[in-house]
């Protein structure tokens, strides 16, 4: 069974293997970018751009407060942020978009970024 599966995901995406590092992101990216097709559909890549990074921000804040994910880009910066939190509310634009600063003088997003 495992044989066929692996068969099947080299086809359809060459060179990837099950030793592949951060492979949690080729769907990530794939359902990314299919939702921002579906809400979104702008070609300016300033939205493209604010919407990825709020997406990043947002799966490392799930990984972070979940407790069991690891090697997650962004995991540091969430930490930092649900520690700090005073409200139930998270206000993505606050940390997620470009030139956005923590507070702290500080760059909030960079340990986000990916590309």
């Known amino acids: 069974m495992q044989t066929s599966s692996v068969s099947l995901y080299q086809r359809l995406m060459p060179g990837l293997s099950n030793v592949t590092l951060r492979v949690r992101y080729y769907g990530y990216y794939a359902w990314l970018s299919r939702m921002y097709a579906r809400r979104t559909g702008s070609t300016d890549p300033a939205v493209w751009q604010r919407f990825v990074r709020r997406g990043e921000a947002l799966y490392a804040l799930i990984a972070q ?5 690891t090697g997650v880009a962004g995991v540091e910066w969430a930490k930092k942020v649900l520690a700090a939190r005073n409200s139930s509310h998270i206000r993505f634009a606050n940390y997620a978009d470009p030139g956005a600063y923590s507070g702290d003088g ?3 997003f960079r340990f986000i970024v990916t590309g």
């Open 65 to 69: 407060n979940a407790g069991t994910e």
């Open 106 to 108: 500080d760059r909030a």
